[in-house]
């Protein structure tokens, strides 16, 4: 089952993203750079502390795991290795209409009326020839015995749709269509027509919707119509008459472009890699690849690792870095991009204890997210099936999440066997086996690999944080508020610190005294501008969970015993409790570990 979509909520998190300094489209100002984005102030720390605990859980706290930082340019006998030369593409296909480039794979079925246009001929010859028929007997080319039954046979019952007397439209092809064709060809041989086309073009009626389908009439084709005259102009027939074929009902099609209808292209392979090339020459010698994920270079470096690491099987490398792939269709804001982040594991062991380390790195990176502020509700694991997989993976999980655009893939844990270090290994002529102490025996180490895209983790971050609800103002009258509801952990500012009234010295000074005080242990905000209610909802909207208030009673002016005291806001329950200064880096700390 697959979650239902919320495109308002969605259209809701992007502009909260741009608003505050969480993402921003990349080059903006020049328009943007389609699938790139550049994070702000605000998204570069909540990314910092999501790739800090993924690094905290998986590398320091473990004692099987070390890391790694490779180089993005990667050498193209690596890449030739692994089968992304060859292999790494998607099927892309071609608007005829457009020329917009769509993934074969990710275009949803349709069902609907679809309409064959044979070809075109030009308005102003077809309805000149039309008149003439009128008056065949005063026609010089009616009365042209050898084409005139071609003639009578295009014009004969013809039935269509013309804008104006002169104008474009279309004709149906009706029962005899192929005799039609004939005669068209022929007439169109005699240069009847001043620019003709039989290309052939279908197009998908818009609604594609099947309770239509009794009460379609021709009027219904008008987009359809309309597409295929558009088509036909493109292609040099001025004013164009296009000829269709009566209508059929197909079912689930991916033929067609689910934007406007028109056919698409057949599918052909595209490769996602950047190619650029290294050094002063541009030639097949120079060629060097952005990496299309982190995993190579740590399969390429395995050896070394281990032996400098001094580990024993099993083991595990972990990386952090940039990946590109030239995505035909980037989307869904940050969760297509061309380039991106991830946090790949690859984690070597003995064949038989591969499907076991499946099942426990499935479980202990659903915890991670859990751990992150995920809520499990939104979370599913899908057993990838066997036609899905890569030939080489014997066991697939996808984490998928449940975004307001739909269910879709966080992360793959794969068990990839022995596929990558064998095909090095056979690449280079370098042994990567490994030699167990214990057993007494070489061999190739089997891999289980969780592979996590640090934004696709980032926008789950966002959308599962952000809500809606009610928050009294300062005259305690409840409003509306928008809050993320990040985990301390994730959150990218800590704590807000905030002096009651900026014009009162000994409230700003005491509030300038905590920032310095917890600063060296977080993230904090300082703010002393404006009602503090507006303060706190500021605050509320980039999901920072707690808030520091320096009010007179910390000077002590009320009551002796509450000197030094502030209160500490926590912005789910907007509960606030009494603490002294000097607890809040201990109390806060623990609360954001
Ligand atoms: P998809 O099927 O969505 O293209 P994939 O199965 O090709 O993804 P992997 O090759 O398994 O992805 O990459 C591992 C992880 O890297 C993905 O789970 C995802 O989080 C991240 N990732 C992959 N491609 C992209 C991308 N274009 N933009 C952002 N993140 C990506």
Not at 29 to 34: A, D, K, M, S, V
Not at 239 to 246: E, I, S
């Amino acid at each position: 089952m697959s979650a239902p979509t919320d495109a308002q909520r969605m259209e809701k998190i992007v502009s909260l993203c741009k608003r505050r300094g969480f993402i921003f489209q990349s080059s903006e100002i020049y328009g943007g750079l389609n699938g790139a984005w550049d994070y702000g102030p605000l998204g570069v720390e909540l990314k910092r502390n999501l790739k800090n605990y993924w690094w905290r859980v998986i590398v320091h706290e473990r004692d099987d795991v070390v890391g790694m930082d490779g180089a993005i340019l990667t050498h193209p006998a690596v890449l030739k290795a692994s089968g992304h030369v060859e292999g790494f593409s998607d099927p892309m296909v071609d608007c005829l209409i457009t020329g917009k480039r769509f993934r074969a794979d990710q275009i949803d079925g349709q069902s609907g009326q679809i309409a064959e246009f044979v070809g075109a001929v030009d308005a102003l010859s077809f309805h000149k020839l039309t008149r003439e028929g009128e008056t065949p007997e005063r026609s010089t080319i009616w009365s042209k015995t050898d084409i005139a039954p071609a003639l009578r046979m295009v014009f004969k019952n013809q039935s269509g749709g013309f804008r104006g007397e002169e104008g474009s439209g279309f004709v149906e092809f009706g029962d005899v269509p192929e005799a039609k064709l004939d005669s068209l060809r022929k007439l169109i041989e005699q240069n009847l027509f001043t620019s003709a086309s039989l290309q052939p073009f279908s197009a998908l009626d818009m609604t594609g919707d099947l309770k239509n389908f009794v009460s379609i009439s021709k009027r219904g084709f008008n987009p359809t119509i309309k597409l295929a005259q558009e088509f036909y102009e493109k292609r040099g027939v001025p004013f164009p008459v296009v000829f269709m074929l009566r209508p059929k009902t197909v079912e689930n099609t991916k033929r067609y472009n689910p934007e406007n209808g028109a056919l698409l292209t057949e599918p052909r392979p595209f490769n996602l890699m950047f190619k650029t090339y290294v050094g002063a020459t541009e030639d097949e010698s120079s060629i060097a690849y952005l990496r299309p994920e982190t995993a190579q270079s740590i399969f390429v470096q395995f050896k070394t690792i281990l032996e400098v690491s001094r580990k024993k099987l099993p083991f595990g490398i972990a990386q952090i870095g940039k990946a590109f792939r030239n995505e035909i269709n980037p989307r869904n804001f940050t969760f297509r991009s061309r380039e991106f982040e991830q946090m790949e594991l690859e984690y070597f062991c003995r064949p038989e204890q591969a499907i076991e380390l499946l099942e426990y790195w499935k479980n202990e990176r659903l915890k991670f997210y859990e751990n992150v502020g995920i809520s499990r509700a939104n979370l599913h694991v899908r057993n990838v099936p066997d036609e899905e997989r890569a030939f080489y993976s014997k066991g697939t999980y996808d984490i998928e999440y449940d975004f307001p655009f739909g269910r879709q893939e966080l992360e793959g844990v794969a068990y990839r066997t022995d596929y990558d270090l064998l095909q090095h290994q056979k690449a280079s002529g370098k042994s990567l086996e490994h030699f167990d102490d214990e057993a007494k025996e070489r061999f190739i180490p089997h891999v289980v690999e969780p592979s996590a895209g640090v934004d696709r983790t980032i926008l789950a971050l966002i959308c599962d944080a952000y809500a809606e609800d009610q928050a009294p103002n300062d005259k305690g009258e409840m409003e509306s508020r928008v809050v993320l509801r990040f985990h301390p952990r994730m959150a990218p500012i800590k704590c807000a610190i905030f002096p009651l009234l900026k014009n009162k010295e000994p409230l700003v000074a005491k509030a300038k005294e905590i920032v310095a005080l917890l600063r060296p242990h977080m993230t904090v905000f300082y703010d002393e501008g404006g009602a503090i209610g507006r303060r706190y909802r500021r605050q509320d909207e980039i999901g920072t969970p707690f808030g520091v208030t320096i009010d007179f009673e910390t000077l002590g002016e009320k009551d002796p015993a509450l000197r030094d005291t502030v209160t500490l806001r926590d912005r789910d329950s907007m509960k606030q409790e009494r603490v002294a200064i000097e607890d809040l880096p201990s109390i806060l700390r623990e609360r954001i570990r």
